[in-house]
């Protein structure tokens, strides 16, 4: 979430109309597990007041939050339980209004949809190319930008991603602890989902790709273990401090959960699939009307 929150923030896309960041003029929230309860409150109550948005968060958000007018739910790491899928598309299409959820799966992740339908849950494909139709028109020459076509304006977002990643020691900080904590949440898959969600599977150049990363794989895990040691180093010492009141270490909310630290699974465009659920509330219960399918830490987006 750390990693998805400062790259939206600050990457931009030069040449496009706008000249503005990834997310143009909509507002970023942030919400996940290790930030005070002061802040998550915070957070939450300016979300439901903004008038658009995007809150990017964890499973700590996945349940007991009614966010009023919520239009789309976007999950890039899939949930290990049918029950907490739905809490999490739940955010959406309340109280009888209308809403949108898209799930990314990567190629050979997608025998979870057939989960999904065993549970009752519908789900159909989104082509990739009606899925790259919803990028801004004004990107495209035609609208007063300077890219001939859609695939174009997404291969300049993953350069200029990856441009910003390798720039910044921060940044590049962030996307490794983010891929690490992303690959690591694989392990948390119960016994039944293994045969689809295993890190085996997993093709580790894509996943660092989708980080904006460049590096190998065996390098981020390198330098990711280096960068745990000396933080450890670095609170040992403060810990031995006198009068120092020190408190357990945490990972931090930059991955894991629900897939907040992920920025999109798998590399290339077309390199994945994504099942997407649209539903409309009816009431307590919630009906699915529509899904699609395409091919990459989940989000609300209002």
Not at 203 to 230: C, Q, W
Not at 257 to 275: E, I, M, P, Y
Request: hydrophobic share 40%.
């Amino acid at each position: 979430v750390d990693f998805m929150d400062a790259m939206l923030r600050t990457a931009e896309v030069p040449g496009d109309a706008l000249g503005e960041t990834a997310l143009g003029k909509y507002p970023i929230f942030k919400l996940h597990g290790q930030m005070s309860q002061k802040e998550r409150t915070s957070v939450y109550f300016s979300f439901c007041e903004a008038a658009a948005g995007v809150l990017l968060c964890t499973d700590v958000a996945a349940r007991g939050l009614h966010v009023p007018r919520v239009d789309w739910i976007v999950q890039y790491a899939p949930a290990g339980d049918t029950n907490d899928y739905v809490h999490r598309v739940g955010r959406t299409a309340r109280i009888g209004t209308a809403g949108n959820a898209l799930l990314f799966l990567a190629p050979g992740e997608v025998d979870y949809l057939a989960i999904l339908r065993g549970a009752g849950i519908r789900v159909a494909e989104w082509p990739l190319q009606e899925l790259l139709q919803t990028l801004p028109a004004n990107y495209l020459v035609g609208g007063g930008g300077s890219f001939a076509n859609f695939e174009d304006v997404a291969t300049r977002l993953q350069l200029a991603f990856e441009q910003l990643v390798q720039s910044d020691d921060a940044m590049l900080r962030l996307a490794r602890a983010a891929h690490t904590a992303y690959v690591r949440a694989y392990a948390a898959y119960p016994a039944a989902l293994k045969p689809i969600f295993h890190v085996k599977k997993l093709h580790l150049g894509h996943v660092a790709k989708s980080f904006a990363l460049r590096e190998n794989p065996t390098d981020i895990k390198r330098a990711s273990a280096k960068a745990l040691k000396v933080a450890k180093a670095k609170e040992a010492a403060r810990a031995k401090r006198p009068g120092f009141a020190g408190k357990k270490a945490s990972s931090g909310g930059s991955g894991g959960g629900s897939g907040g630290g992920g920025g999109g699974r798998g590399g290339a465009v077309g390199s994945q699939r994504l099942a997407s659920l649209k539903m409309r509330g009816t009431g307590k219960r919630k009906r699915a009307q529509r899904s699609n399918e395409f091919g990459g830490g989940d989000g609300l987006r209002r």
